[in-house]
T-cell receptor, first 115, second 110 residues
């Protein structure tokens, strides 16, 4: 099976702009989670989508949003970009099994630089 | 709120020596614990999870609820073990996503 893919891999934006990142999960996986990775804060959970519904959300401002489509592909959007949004954004997919923890499979990430 | 602490940013050991990567957590309920590994230029991948009680690539990790720890161990380090290791926690039921520690960079010297 093909792994989780993320596009684009690299992105440069300026403050105040908005950005959309895309994630295609492993075929058959229905859950997609997003994480932000920075040198200072490490890996932080943004949100999780399952069957087109946001199921969980981390402690991030409302500028960070996402959605999931019927084919399980997911996008995340960051509006009014700030310098501190520069980070590696990771997407992870899983196939939730009842009564068993999900194994999350990670994509390669999108490196966002805000100037 | 849950928290995962990995006290060592960097750990350097010689090939053949035992390795122990420390992980401590705080969580009021019953957590699920994981170790993830990221080799150079590769994506983050699951190494092992506590509920499986498995040994992967010679690594084991035991959940100690009394000490709230989930240390990763390997009796004899190999050069290919050099990587970033992240301990992660998830609340039972999958709420709140994964909470990661800051990671430990393991370097195995020849």
């Amino acid at each position: 099976k093909a792994g989780v893919t993320q596009t684009p891999r690299y992105l440069i934006k300026t403050r105040g702009q908005q950005v959309t990142l895309s994630c295609s999960p492993i075929s058959g996986h229905r859950s997609v989670s997003w994480y932000q990775q920075t040198p200072g804060q490490g890996l932080q959970f943004l949100f999780e989508y399952f069957s087109e519904t946001q199921r969980n959300k981390g402690n991030f401002p409302g500028r960070f949003s996402g959605r999931q489509f019927s084919n399980s592909r997911s996008e995340m959007n960051v509006s009014t970009l700030e310098l501190g949004d520069s980070a590696l954004y990771l997407c992870a997919s899983s196939f939730p099994l009842a009564g068993y923890e999900n194994t999350q499979y990670f994509g390669p990430g999108t490196r966002l630089t805000v100037l | 709120a849950q928290r995962v602490t990995q006290p060592e940013k960097l750990l350097s050991v010689f090939k053949g020596a035992p390795v122990e990567l420390k992980c401590n957590y705080s969580y009021s309920g019953s957590p699920e614990l994981f170790w993830y590994v990221q080799y150079s230029r590769q994506r983050l991948q699951l190494l092992l999870r506590h509920i499986s009680r498995e040994s992967i690539k010679g690594f084991t990790a035991d959940l100690n609820k009394g000490e709230t720890s989930f240390h990763l161990k390997k009796p004899f380090a190999q050069e290919e073990d050099s990587a970033m290791y992240y301990c992660a926690l998830r609340a039972r039921g999958g709420a709140d996503g994964l909470t990661f520690g800051k990671g430990t960079h393991l370097i195995i010297q020849p």
